[in-house]
């Protein structure tokens, strides 16, 4: 009786031992990257989908990049969500991030509207930056490193071949597929939207440089820039939102390129003086310069953040497939255009911390 005993606690031992060898292993699976080099860290893994979802939704996996800061992480929870609500697909959101955003960020998409999302939390390291960001001591707090993440794709994304990069003022109003499937012509490494567009001219902006053109964002005067030969009323393209072909992005080192003309930025200063956009995007104009294919305007509705938005008509931004409020007045200040749309899709914190932050941002945008 003994010997019977002592064989079934045996059993029982090699058994438990076996359930948690498995278990193990499911989870290292899980893992989507190695740590890369460029400091962009995976610290949170893609938790498994219920297998209900995993019925109703398709088996085609599209990554989505976004970057979420602190100070605008509800932003990127409303974009997130517009997004997973309106697909069948199997949408995997990567979310760059600086450290001390985490435990923020992680707590929020415990939400019940998001908890079903997929994810992997990547720690974005503004170091990979020095040297390439000329950064004025005098607005430091003004810098942005998270702006910068769109540029290490391949990095952030080491196993997909194709991309969808997101801003965090974006609502998505259909399916996130459609933007994905759009065609890149060959040997193009992304498609952009373009600034010449009917929908942009429809609301032009006209600023100091003019912004939907190359002189809007590169210093004409510059030896350097006059030597790329690049026609100055070359029209502009939006970086916010974008698809990228990870595949040719590699093949042509396009992170590398990118790097250079920051780097030569910092020494030669070749942006335009009077820059009409983020400091993202020349270093973008020069690379892709005729070299990139074209998204649906339909899928980046541009300027709801200006003065401009307001032009749209309702009609129009219902049957906009993805909005996006760049410009000075976000939707979270409730100052924007159309601002009961985002909120539609935004989800509370569950901190309050965001609260705070809104109300800040609505006295900023009335002063």
């Known amino acids: 009786v003994n ?8 059993v029982i031992f090699l058994l438990v031992i076996h359930h948690n060898f498995l278990s193990l292993s499911d989870f290292l699976r899980r893992e989507l990257s190695d740590p ?17 979802l995993t019925d109703e939704r398709s088996d085609k996996e599209i990554s989505v990049v976004i970057a979420a800061s602190d100070e605008r992480l509800g932003g990127a929870i409303a974009a997130m969500n517009s997004i997973y609500q309106h697909t069948r697909s199997n949408v ?25 999302m ?30 910068f993440a769109r540029f290490y794709l391949p990095s952030l994304v080491p196993h997909a071949e194709k991309v969808i990069y997101v801003d965090d003022d974006v609502i998505v109003q259909d399916d996130i597929v459609e933007l994905y499937n759009t065609p890149l012509k060959p040997g193009h490494a992304a498609a ?9 001219s429809k609301v032009a902006v006209r600023g100091a440089g003019n912004q939907y053109n190359y002189i809007g964002f590169l210093d004409y005067k510059k030896e350097t820039i006059r030597k790329l030969a690049m026609k100055a009323n070359t029209c502009s393209f939006n970086p916010g939102v974008f698809v990228a072909n990870l595949t040719e992005w590699k093949l042509q080192n396009i992170t590398k390129q990118l790097e250079k003309w920051m780097a ?10 009077t820059l009409a956009g983020s400091i993202t995007t020349p270093p973008l104009l020069i690379v892709f310069y005729k070299q990139h294919s074209s998204i649906d305007p339909m899928w980046n509705v541009r300027h709801l953040g200006s003065s401009a938005g307001k032009r749209y008509s309702p009609q129009f931004v219902k049957a906009a497939k993805l909005l996006h409020w760049n410009g000075h007045f976000k939707p979270w200040g409730r100052t924007a255009s159309y601002a009961e749309v985002w909120e539609k899709w935004y989800v509370p914190d569950p901190t309050g911390k965001f609260n705070l932050i809104r109300r800040r941002s609505e006295a900023y945008e009335a002063k």
Not at 3 to 10: G, M, N, P, R, T
Not at 36 to 52: E, Y
Not at 94 to 112: A, G, K, Q, Y
Not at 266 to 273: A, F, W
């Open 192 to 200: 952009f939207s373009d600034d010449c567009d009917s929908t942009s």
């Open 36 to 52: 890369s080099p460029l400091g962009l860290q995976p610290i949170d893994f893609i938790p498994a989908a219920p297998q209900r």
């Open 264 to 273: 030569l930025n910092v020494v030669e200063e070749l942006y335009s003086k």
């Open 118 to 147: 997929r994810y992997q939390i990547l720690d974005f390291d503004p170091r990979v930056l020095e040297g390439k960001v000329q950064v004025d001591p005098q607005k430091a707090d003004t810098f942005k490193p998270l702006t």
């Open 3 to 10: 010997i019977s005993i002592l064989i079934v606690a045996v």
């Open 92 to 116: 995997v959101f990567h979310i760059v991030t600086l450290n001390d955003t985490v435990d923020h960020l992680r707590m929020w998409l415990r939400s019940p509207p998001l908890k079903n």
